[in-house]
């Protein structure tokens, strides 16, 4: 018996050693740490669940049988954050590159498949070379069984995808289905085609990391929601995310104790907005003060940031908060905007997170980049999100809100259930100036005449009576009130129920 004890714990050694001292000190000299501390970092302290320690690969071409290491370059199980169960894995790249073979993908696929059946979430830990190329096309179909459950997993349990190492070729494929793709700085990279392959065929001449980088995933082509400086730094703001996020899609998110007052009044957001119409002022400066003890993880802060998007919590329970940020292109909403909180209002519906907007825009950003763009089907991603979304929503207008603009920002029209505007808020179809030049095109040449239309037009429509008049606008609130109004009015929806008509699935205009 001692023997068969002993001889557990040396297999177990020879797993846990990876793919040897050597290539864990190049892992380390990297500024990585290994697929078995990043999970150590990850999940509460012993918390660790191991499955499939001993899976090997079957391959025996180009002389495989004489590489072969337990797990096979991934580690896999489950385990808690902050006692809440999660599933993961993490590619151990000291093991043939952390590259994916038929096994390697089975473990990944096993961990999946329990997830979406026991309801918890699933964290992946990318680091990998991509499909294991001795394996040829069982390693791309693999990839596929991977895929497939990224998708039937989609909308059942959060996925969350930590870029840390290379992720290339098709490979990418399967964070870009997950809720949430976060990279380390300078050490990962994610493309489609590398910088080889990219010269030899468009002849541009790039590097791994403006090709692929998180600079260019956060900032230009917004495939990642955010960038950190190191693996420790990235794992512990993926424990604090977790914390907001429900387990499935049949559970609310966790209600964590609070010690902020519901309604602390906040006296200063009485000047938050300038009495110059087109000066600017820090939209987050508002989601920070109706917050629980100031808490907001922000989605994608450095993509389209004339849009902010992000979780907070509102007597514990979190809320998902979209807002116009008059800081960045005056607020407008524009292709990026529309797609980035389009995607962040499908996420908080899907997993049952309300949704709180905040709003103060001039419109859609016009111009030839736009429209030849498709504002048109990406304007309408966001309002077809939001006209969709059957959770609590709760509105909250500061300012302008003109136009198709006005109807998109979570309105009454779109189910709204709280719509409040603050005294200084203007619901019109455009501003005042606009709408003279319209109206009065004849008189423009009198400048006096047309400064009076002007002043008339602001009588009547800078303000949100008239809005409150039809009933668009449920209450006129006082800014210094905000936290306390949006809170108890989310809390008058926890028991919201509403349902869509049937069918087997929308066709938001993708
Ligand atoms: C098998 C691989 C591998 C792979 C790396 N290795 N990638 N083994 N299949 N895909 C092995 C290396 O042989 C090496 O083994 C070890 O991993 C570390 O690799 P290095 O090259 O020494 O590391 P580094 O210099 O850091 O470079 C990392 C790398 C490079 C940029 C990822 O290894 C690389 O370019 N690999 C190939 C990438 C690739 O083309 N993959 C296929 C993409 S297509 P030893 O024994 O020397 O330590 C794809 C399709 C998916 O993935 C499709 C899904 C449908």
Known sequence: MKDILQELEERRNVARAGGGAKRVEAQHAKGKLTARERIELLLDEGSFEEFDMFVQHRCTDF?????????????????????????????????????????????????????????APVIGMNDSGGARIQEGVSSLAAYGEVFQRNILASGVVPQISLIMGPCAGGAVYSPAMTDFIFMVKDSSYMFVTGPDVVKTVTNEVVTAEELGGASTHTKKSSVADGAYENDVELIAETRRLFDFLPLNNREKAPVRPFFDDPARVEMSLDTLVPDNPNQPYDM?????????????????????????????????????????????????????????????????????????????????????????????????????????????????????????????MSSKHLRGDFNYAWPTAEVAVMGAKGAVE???????????????????????????????????????????????????????????????????HDNIPL
Not at 308 to 318: A, P
Not at 463 to 479: C, Q
Not at 493 to 504: A, D, E, I, V
Request: aromatic residues 10%; proline residues 4%; hydrophobic residues 40%.
């Open 63 to 119: 002389g495989m049988e004489a590489t072969r290491h337990p797990g096979d370059g991934v580690v896999t199980g489950w385990g808690t954050i902050n006692g809440r169960m999660v599933y993961v894995f993490s590619q151990d790249f000291t093991v043939l590159g952390g590259s994916v073979s038929e096994t390697h993908a089975a473990k990944i696929c096993k961990i999946m498949d329990m997830a979406i059946q026991n309801g």
């Open 284 to 408: 987050k400066e508002l989601i920070l003060k109706i917050a629980d003890e100031g808490d907001f993880f922000e989605i994608q802060k450095d993509f389209a940031a004339n849009i902010i998007t992000g979780f907070i919590r509102l007597e514990g329970q979190t809320v998902g908060v979209v807002a116009n940020q008059p800081m960045v292109l005056a607020g407008c909403l524009d292709i990026d905007a529309s797609r980035k909180a389009a995607r962040f209002v499908r996420f908080c519906d899907a997993f049952e997170v309300p949704i709180l907007t905040l709003v103060d825009v001039p419109g859609f950003l016009p111009g030839t980049g736009q429209e030849y763009g498709g504002v048109i089907k990406h304007g309408a991603k966001l309002l077809f999100a939001y006209g969709e979304a059957t959770v609590p929503k709760v509105t909250v207008l500061t300012r302008k809100t003109y136009g198709g603009a006005y109807v998109v």
């Open 438 to 504: 319209i109206l009065y095109r004849s008189e423009l040449a009198d400048k006096d005449k047309i400064a009076g239309r002007v002043k008339d037009y602001e009588d009547r429509f800078a303000n949100p009576f008239v809005a409150a008049e039809k009933g668009f606008i449920d209450e006129v609130i006082m800014p210094h009130s905000t936290r306390r109004r949006v809170a108890r009015a989310f809390a008058s929806l926890r028991t919201k129920k509403q349902s869509n008509p049937w069918k087997k």
